[in-house]
């Protein structure tokens, strides 16, 4: 009677683990995500490396990946005939999608000029390694241009300094060979900057005319600076003050002014 007792019991306890263990494999069922292949994906073009602006796209910079079809990002491309040829208006980081918004129009050509603002002029001017602020400035930098000039409508005029350009930003930093005058190449650093016309006009002339010096900006800083030329006499202390006016005397006039019993003498 034991016996059976006993195996009874144990046949109970095997149906609840089994029934158990069926539980448990239905509840980890539930809790696992769906299988990649059960989710329907898409095809998205985005760069295979990171691109800076104004760059042209080209097969060999991009790359198609799957997407879940759920959340593709709005307009992004499906193939790379779609990208190919398009200019980027902002840079991209590899792996980041290639969107509508992050290009310029069909038909824009890339390079420089692609990232000239509206209504401004890419101006090139030669500059030294102190001119160029020892290497430190570098496209997408703020400067302000300094020219030191003499004034050729004066006889024996002293040479100043003047800011004529502030808040103006580096397009490109470039080096290239020259002629020098003995013939050897010489190395020349090219800062190219964007101005409007006005500006561009004051830059060609004092680059001409005088030197040029860039003072580096802090990108948060836009305030412009009303600033007077600075010559020799203000850096030594000798400007002269304007002479006294002199008093020139005049004859007076004296007359008796009579009231009543009242008499009194007035100048003019």
């Known amino acids: 009677m034991q016996n059976r007792r006993g195996l009874l019991f144990l046949g109970l306890a095997i149906l609840l683990g089994v029934v158990a263990a069926l539980g448990a494999e239905r ?4 809790q696992t995500p769906e299988a990649p292949g059960s989710v329907e994906m898409a095809q998205v073009v985005v760069a295979r ?38 200019v980027l208006k902002r840079p991209l980081q590899a792996g980041e ?32 390694a102190v001119i160029g602020v ?19 409508d004066q006889e024996k005029a002293l040479p100043y300094t003047k ?15 020259e002629r020098a005058r003995e013939g050897e190449p010489e ?6 900057l964007e101005v409007d016309p006005e500006q561009a006009e004051k830059l060609t002339y004092a680059a001409h005319e005088g030197n040029l010096q860039l003072a580096l ?7 412009t600076v009303e600033t007077l030329a600075v010559g020799v006499v203000d850096l030594l202390g000798h400007r ?22 009242d008499v009194q003498v007035k100048s003019f």
Not at 110 to 118: C, D, F, K, Q, R
Not at 240 to 261: E, H, Y
Request: glycine residues 6%; positive net charge.
């Open 27 to 30: 509840w980890l069922s539930s």
């Open 49 to 86: 490396v990171d691109l800076p602006i104004a760059a042209q796209l080209n097969s060999r910079q991009l790359d198609t990946v799957a997407w879940p079809a759920a959340f593709v990002p709005g307009g992004a491309y499906r193939s790379l005939e779609q990208a190919e040829g398009r």
């Open 97 to 128: 999608p290639v969107l509508e918004t992050a290009l310029l129009e069909q038909g824009a050509q890339g390079g420089l000029p692609a990232v000239i603002s509206p209504n401004h002029r890419a101006l090139s001017v030669k500059v030294d």
């Open 134 to 152: 020892a290497g430190f400035v570098k496209p997408g930098a703020r400067v302000d241009v300094l020219a030191t000039l003499r004034r050729v």
């Open 163 to 177: 800011a004529i350009l502030q808040d103006v930003r580096v397009l490109a930093v470039d080096q290239k060979l």
């Open 187 to 192: 190395l020349v650093n090219v800062v190219t």
């Open 217 to 223: 900006r802090n990108p948060a800083d836009t305030e």
């Open 240 to 261: 002269k003050r304007p002479a006294p006016q002199s008093r020139v005397a005049r004859a007076t006039v004296d007359v008796q002014v009579i009231k009543g019993s």
